[in-house]
C-alpha cells in the first residue's frame, strides 16, 4: 500500500505561480512512477506530469509544457510540481497519483492516489 498527501494548493492571479508537493509512504519502492492529475468541474481527470523516480525521466502534457516543472526529493519520498505563468484554465483540483506500469498520463495506469489539493487561478 501506499499512502500520498498533497499540499500547496490555493488561489493565485493569472500569470502567477504555486508549488505543489506529494509526501509518498509506504511501498513506495514498488510504485516507481509519480504523477500530477487535475480535474476541473464538469470534466474529465487529466494527466498534467509525470516522471520515473528511479531515473528522473518526465513526461508533461501539451498543455503545461515550458510552464510546469515535476521533480522529487528522494531522502524526503516527496515529488513536486512548480507550476507558473498560471493560466485561469489551469483551475482544478489536483492530485497525486503513484503506479508501476509505465510513464504515463493515463489515468488507468495508475494505483492510488491523494485526496487532492485545490488550485484556483483568477483573470
Known amino acids: 500500500q501506499v499512502q500520498l498527501a498533497e499540499s500547496g494548493g490555493g488561489s493565485v492571479q493569472a500569470g502567477g505561480s504555486l508549488r505543489l508537493s506529494c509526501a509518498a509512504s509506504?511501498?513506495?519502492?514498488?510504485?516507481?512512477?509519480m504523477a500530477w492529475f487535475r480535474q476541473a468541474p464538469g470534466k474529465e481527470r487529466e494527466g498534467v506530469a509525470t516522471?520515473?523516480?528511479?531515473?528522473?525521466?518526465?513526461n508533461y502534457a501539451d498543455s503545461v509544457k515550458g510552464r510546469f516543472t515535476i521533480s522529487q526529493d528522494n531522502a524526503n519520498n516527496t515529488v513536486s510540481l512548480q507550476m507558473n505563468s498560471l493560466k485561469p484554465e489551469d483551475t482544478g483540483m489536483y492530485y497525486c497519483?503513484?503506479?508501476?506500469?509505465?510513464?504515463?498520463?493515463?489515468?488507468?495506469?495508475?494505483?492510488?492516489w491523494g485526496q487532492g489539493t485545490q488550485v484556483t487561478v483568477s483573470s
Open positions: 497519483a503513484a503506479g508501476w506500469r509505465l510513464l504515463s498520463l493515463d489515468v488507468r495506469h495508475y494505483n492510488y
Open positions: 509506504g511501498y513506495t519502492s514498488n510504485y516507481p512512477y
Open positions: 516522471i520515473y523516480t528511479p531515473a528522473g525521466s518526465t
